[in-house]
């Protein structure tokens, strides 16, 4: 079935032209001076791979869990692509977040998320092209698309276990109450938080969730959906570093 969907994914490419016009697109242009690698060694290690500039690198906006490593045929792993970094500045791991950009496919976060192969992990890009994103990602996932065959997000929360802490994931649940500190605004999905899952924004992001168009007071007692790094203090957490992490689904 990985494979089915694969076949399906670049059948529609073909249909779809070369470079698409989407919002991930605004402000790209492939620039042959930018360092190339190929999508083999991408792939093994998303999280930090060496370009021909000898510079490191990590996939922004974008986790590749390792059921869509397993999608990947050789067609899309031989090709070599561009290194478009996000920022000058390093982390402390000495990597800077980066796309991929194909002369013939354009920006290939667009692509790995329509074939399921990714899941959108907010940072960097842009509020419209992550918006985009994540639309793409749930067409994926209600179709069954690559790894949302076996992979879809929780929809009880009270069925984390120890195994998915520390991992990114997505939650599905309705939003009970809004709590608020001087440095934090915390979205409780239960009445013991000990227990229950809890939202954290921190309170120099608040305008940033404004922006993207959030407005939390409407949102009690309706589903939302979060995604992050699954977190344990007591009872289980995310915190929401970015807007796009959040979505309305009522």
């Avoid at 060496?50 to 899309?76: H, K, N, R």
């Avoid at 090709?79 to 000058?88: D, G």
């Avoid at 996932?141 to 992979?151: A, F, Q, T």
């Avoid at 344990?232 to 929401?240: A, D, H, R, S, V």
């Amino acid at each position: 079935m990985f494979r089915r969907s694969v076949a399906l994914f670049y059948l529609l490419l073909g249909h779809m032209g070369a470079v698409l016009a989407v919002p991930c697109d605004e402000g790209l242009f492939l620039d042959e001076s930018l360092p190339t690698i190929r999508m083999n060694e991408v792939l093994a290690n998303p999280l930090r791979f060496a370009a021909s500039d000898g510079e490191f690198y990590y996939l922004a906006d974008l986790t590749v869990p390792e059921q869509g490593l397993l999608l990947i045929d050789d067609f899309f792993e031989e090709r070599e692509v561009r290194i478009k970094a996000l920022k000058a500045q390093k982390d402390r791991w000495g990597r800077r977040p980066a796309i991929l950009l194909d002369p013939e496919l354009g920006d290939l976060s667009v692509r790995l998320v329509k074939a399921g192969m990714a899941i959108v992990r907010p940072q960097l890009r842009a509020f419209n092209c992550l918006k985009f994103l994540i639309n793409l990602e749930s067409v994926a996932r209600e179709k069954n698309v690559g790894l949302w065959v076996i992979k879809n997000v929780i929809n009880d929360y009270k069925s984390i276990s120890y195994e998915q802490i520390g991992h990114y994931g997505i939650v599905e649940a309705e939003l009970i109450s809004l709590g608020q500190t001087r440095s934090k605004t915390y979205l409780n999905f239960g009445e013991r938080w000990t227990e229950d899952l809890t939202g954290i924004i921190q309170r120099g992001t608040l305008a940033d969730f404004s922006e993207f168009g959030h407005d939390l007071s409407v949102m009690k007692g309706k589903r939302v959906r979060l995604r992050g790094v699954m977190q344990l203090n007591q009872g289980p957490l995310i915190e929401l570093k970015h807007p796009a992490q959040l979505e309305l689904l009522d």
